[in-house]
């Protein structure tokens, strides 16, 4: 077994002991080293690089308005409680002459969201580095998620959610394109 595994499935064996579990139980005997392998799936985020996942795939276009990708399904870690918080993305952008391959936005947000996270500091990084792919007129990003921190755990609020926002460029700077911006989120959908 990977050397990196046995030695993160060691430490899951020993939590599992603090919890008054019998790690060497035989539905358990195998958990330690399934929830390492799952852990290093959920913060893959830190292996990838940007230029790998956006593979060129950028075109000349001269569209020069907005272009948004809503609903992107997140799943992410919170890095205080190391829980999960999930819930939806909304990525928009104004082309500089260029845009990105749709597919590639989800990715990018998937990229941010395989790491420990805050769900202020994932919804900028996305947004600022969709930026820098494109460099694009203006990006914003929307954000809304549950925290199971706060569900499962602690104030125990299921069903509450957060929102989080970041606009950068044209964004930031003209009230106008943010109203575009939310005009298109709500389109098809009344
Ligand atoms: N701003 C922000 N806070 C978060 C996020 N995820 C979790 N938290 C909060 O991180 C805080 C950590 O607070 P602490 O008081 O140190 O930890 P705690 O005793 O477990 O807090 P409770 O959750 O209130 O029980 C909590 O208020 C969480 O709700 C996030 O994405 N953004
Ligand atoms: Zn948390």
Do not use: W
Not at 4 to 30: T, Y
Not at 77 to 104: A, D
């Amino acid at each position: 077994m990977d050397e990196q595994i046995q030695s993160m499935a060691g430490a899951v064996k020993f939590l599992l002991g603090c919890i008054g579990e019998n790690p060497d139980r035989e539905g358990l005997l195998s958990t330690p080293t399934r929830y390492a392998k799952a852990l290093l799936d959920l913060t893959v985020g830190y292996r990838e690089d940007i230029d790998t996942i956006v593979n060129r795939a950028l075109f000349d276009e001269a569209h020069n308005q907005i272009v948004l990708v809503r609903d992107i399904t997140i799943s992410s870690l919170c890095e205080h409680h190391i829980l999960p918080f999930t819930g939806k993305m909304h990525i928009g952008y104004v082309p500089s002459n260029k845009v990105i391959g749709l597919s590639k936005l989800p990715r990018i947000a998937n990229m941010f969201a395989r790491r420990l996270q805050v769900q202020e500091r994932l919804t900028f990084q996305v947004a600022q580095a969709v930026m820098d792919v494109l460099k694009a007129q203006g990006v914003a990003v929307i954000m809304e998620a549950g925290h199971s921190c706060m569900g499962m755990r602690g104030v125990e609020k299921c069903g509450t959610s957060t929102v989080t926002e970041c606009f950068l460029g044209c964004f930031e700077a003209d009230r106008y394109r943010r109203e575009d911006f939310f005009h298109l989120l709500n389109v098809g959908k009344t």
